[in-house]
C-alpha cells in the first residue's frame, strides 16, 4: 500500500478512536492510539487475511490475536475499516446490544474476533494453540499476537513463552507493546520488567527490537524481518516501542489515558488535529 | 434384587475408562488431541500419546497455559481433551476456562481425574469437592460425572460428538465397574437404576454404586427406591427429576462433592421452583478433607452407604 494512502488510513483510526470512546464515555484511547501504525501495517500490508465471509478457523490464513483486549477501539476501527464488519457499527461501541463489547468477544459473533480477551495474559497461550492446529492442518500461514508491556507481568504469559520457544513454535509472531506506561503508572515504577529483550532471548525467542513503533516504515520493516525469521526452530517477538497516546499531544507522555474518555471539549481539540481522510462514520 | 440387576465385575478405576475412550478416539478422529500438564500416567493418557505422538501436547507444569491452548486448538478444528487433576483443572485455572474457553464458545473438553475425596492420602490440597460448582455456573458449559470404569468410556466418547465445552469429572480409585459397555449414554439423559416409590433418589459418580447398595438394604427392610444415575449435573434432566418426585413425593441426593454447589444443589433449584418437596443431602458440609484411604475418608465425611440409609429414612419422616 503507498505510503500516503497509509498514512490516511492511520490518521482515520485515530478519529475513529477518538469517537468511539468520546462516544461510548469509556474506553482505552492511550494504547490504542499507540498501536496504530502497527495494526494499519499488519492488516493492510503484512497479513494474508479475508475478512468476509469471515472464517472462524482462518484455514491458510494468517490469524491475529489481540491479547491486550483493551485497546479494542483501535482493533475494531481497523477490522470495519479492513471489511469484517459495517463502520457504521462503530458507534455502537460499548453500547447496550452491540457487538462491540468493550473488550473483544466472540460471543456476539463479531467477525473478526476468534477469541474473548482483556483478563490480561492469555492471548499468547490461545494464539500459540492456533499455531499448533496450523502446524497440524499443513497449514503455512502465521499466527501474530499482540502483548501489553504491563501485561507481561502476568505469569501465564511466562508459561507459554516457555512452551512456544521449548516446543519450537516457530510460525508465531509475538509483538509487545512497549510504551512504558500502565493504569497506576510507569512500567518501571510499578513492577519492572527488567530487561526484556535479554528475559525473551534467555526463554529461547529470537527477539528484535524496533524503536520507531510509531513510524510507518520502521513497523514494515520490522514484521517483515520477523516474517523472514519464522519457520526456523524459534518463536519470534518483536518489542515495539510506542507512545502511548500518539497523535493526540494532551494524551502523550503520561499513563492518565490509558481507561479515560475525553470529554466534549476535549475530543474537538483531539479531531481538529485529526484530518478526516477516508469519512467519519 | 439390585446386586443380581446390577453385578460388580470386577473393580476398575474410571480414570483408565477414559484413557481407553481417549485412544480409541484418536483412531476414530483425525481431529482429536490432547493435552495434560505432567500427569500422563495418572490421567493414563500414555496409550494416546504413545499411538498419536503428534497430536499429544505435553505442556509441564503450566494448567493456565494449557488451557489457553486447548483453546486455540479449536481455531482450525481441532478437539482438544486436556487432562490433570480435577482441582488443577478447574479451581486453578477458573478464569482461563471462563474467558478463553466457556465465553468464547471454545471446543475444549476439560478432563480431570483424581475429583473428590477418593483420592485418599494425598490430602485436602488435592481433594478438590467444589469442582462442580465452579464449572456448572459456567453459561454453556456441560457437567459430567461418570460412575464407573464402563461410563467413564462412553461419556469420553460422547463429549466428543458434542459440540461445546464440557467438564468431564472421574476419580483415582478402584471401583466397582457394574454398567455396560453396551448401554446407550446420551448427555443430559438420567439413566433409571430402579423403580420405587417410597423416595427419590438422585446420584452421580461414586455415590451411584453406594447407592445401588443402599436401596436394595432399604428394599429389604420394605422401603421402595426409586434410583436415578444423574451422570450429567448440567444440563441435569429436569423431566425426570420432577416426574419421580411427583411419585415419590421426597429426595435424596448423593454426591462427592460439596453440598453448596454440588447436585443436590442443583436438584433443589429445580424442587423451589416446581414442586417444593422434602429434601436430604449426602455431601460434604462446608469441610475441607484430609489425608487417609478413601474408604476411610467416605465414611468420616457422610458419604457411605450407611449414610445414604440415613437420609432415606430421614426424609421419609418429612412428608
Given at each position: 500500500m503507498p505510503s500516503d494512502d497509509l498514512k490516511k488510513f492511520c490518521s482515520q483510526v485515530r478519529r475513529d478512536i477518538i469517537r468511539m470512546v468520546h462516544g461510548a464515555k469509556s474506553g482505552h484511547p492511550g494504547g490504542s492510539l499507540g498501536c496504530v501504525e502497527f495494526m494499519a501495517v499488519l492488516f493492510k500490508e503484512v497479513m494474508h487475511h479475508i475478512p468476509a465471509p469471515f472464517d472462524m478457523d482462518g484455514k491458510n490464513q494468517d490469524l491475529f490475536f489481540l491479547s491486550n483486549g483493551h485497546i479494542t477501539p483501535v482493533y475494531y476501527s481497523v477490522l470495519a475499516r479492513c471489511g469484517?464488519?459495517?463502520?457504521?457499527?462503530?458507534?455502537?461501541?460499548?453500547?447496550?446490544?452491540?457487538?462491540?463489547?468493550g473488550h473483544p468477544a466472540t460471543h456476539e459473533g463479531l467477525p473478526g474476533v476468534r477469541v474473548a480477551t482483556?483478563?490480561?495474559?492469555?492471548g499468547l497461550s490461545v494464539a500459540i494453540g492456533a499455531a499448533l492446529a496450523k502446524k497440524l492442518n499443513g497449514d503455512t500461514r502465521l499466527v501474530f499476537t499482540l502483548q501489553g508491556d504491563g501485561e507481561m507481568q502476568e505469569g501465564q504469559i511466562w508459561e507459554a513463552l516457555m512452551f512456544a520457544a521449548g516446543k519450537k513454535v516457530d510460525n508465531l509472531i509475538m509483538t509487545v507493546d512497549y510504551n512504558g506506561r500502565q493504569i497506576d503508572g510507569d512500567v518501571k515504577d510499578v513492577m519492572p520488567l527488567g530487561d526484556l529483550h535479554a528475559k525473551l532471548e534467555a526463554f529461547g525467542w529470537d527477539v528484535l527490537e524496533n524503536?520507531?513503533?510509531?513510524?510507518l516504515e520502521s513497523v514494515r520493516k520490522y514484521l517483515n524481518e520477523a516474517k523472514s525469521r519464522t519457520g526456523k526452530g524459534k518463536p519470534v517477538a518483536i518489542i515495539m516501542h510506542t507512545e502511548m497516546g500518539m497523535g493526540v499531544d494532551f494524551m502523550m507522555?503520561?499513563?492518565?489515558?490509558?481507561g479515560v474518555a475525553p470529554n466534549d471539549e476535549q475530543a474537538q481539540k483531539a479531531l481538529a488535529r485529526l484530518e478526516e481522510t477516508l469519512g467519519d462514520y | 434384587m439390585y446386586l443380581t440387576k446390577f453385578s460388580d465385575s470386577g473393580k476398575k478405576d474410571t480414570r483408565s475408562g477414559f484413557g481407553a475412550a481417549l485412544l480409541e478416539l484418536g483412531k476414530r478422529n483425525p481431529n482429536v488431541v490432547a493435552l495434560c500438564a505432567d500427569l500422563t500416567g495418572s490421567l493414563k493418557m500414555d496409550a494416546f500419546q504413545k499411538a498419536f505422538p503428534e497430536r499429544f501436547f505435553q505442556v509441564g507444569i503450566a494448567e493456565a497455559n494449557m488451557m489457553g491452548i486447548a483453546a486455540g486448538l479449536t481455531i482450525g478444528g481441532k478437539i482438544p481433551f486436556t487432562g490433570t487433576f480435577a482441582n488443577f483443572s478447574t479451581g486453578r485455572v477458573f478464569d482461563q476456562i471462563r474467558q478463553s474457553i466457556a465465553y468464547s464458545h471454545k471446543n475444549v473438553k476439560i478432563c480431570a481425574s483424581h475429583a473428590g475425596l477418593t483420592l485418599g492420602e494425598d490430602g485436602a490440597t488435592h481433594q478438590i469437592l467444589e469442582d462442580i460448582g465452579l464449572m456448572k455456573m459456567l453459561p454453556g458449559m456441560t457437567v459430567i460425572n461418570p460412575c464407573d470404569y464402563n461410563q467413564t468410556y462412553l461419556a469420553t466418547l460422547a463429549i466428543a460428538e458434542h459440540q461445546g465445552p464440557v467438564y468431564l469429572r472421574f476419580g483415582r480409585p478402584a471401583v466397582?465397574?457394574?454398567?455396560?459397555?453396551t448401554d446407550t449414554f446420551q448427555i443430559g439423559k438420567a439413566i433409571h437404576l430402579h423403580k420405587g416409590n417410597d423416595v427419590s433418589l438422585f446420584c452421580t459418580g461414586h455415590l451411584v454404586w453406594k447407592s445401588i447398595v443402599a436401596a436394595d438394604a432399604l428394599e429389604k427392610e420394605g422401603i421402595s427406591v426409586d434410583v436415578w444415575n444423574i451422570h450429567t449435573i448440567k444440563p441435569l434432566d429436569v423431566e425426570v427429576i420432577l416426574q419421580s418426585v411427583k411419585q415419590t413425593g421426597c429426595v435424596v441426593s448423593a454426591e462427592e462433592h460439596q453440598k453448596n454447589g454440588g447436585l443436590g444443589d442443583s436438584i433443589a433449584q429445580i424442587l423451589a421452583e416446581h414442586y417444593p418437596a422434602p429434601m436430604e443431602y449426602v455431601a460434604v458440609n462446608d469441610a475441607f478433607g484430609e489425608s487417609g484411604t478413601p474408604d476411610e475418608l467416605m465414611a468420616k465425611y457422610g458419604l457411605d452407604v450407611p449414610d445414604i440409609i440415613k437420609a432415606v429414612k430421614k426424609v421419609i419422616q418429612k412428608k
Open positions: 469484517y464488519f459495517p463502520i457504521e457499527e462503530l458507534k455502537t461501541f460499548r453500547k447496550i446490544n452491540s457487538r462491540l463489547q482483556g483478563s490480561l495474559g492469555q524503536k520507531n513503533g510509531n513510524d507522555g503520561t499513563h492518565h489515558w490509558h | 466397582p465397574n457394574f454398567t455396560s459397555l
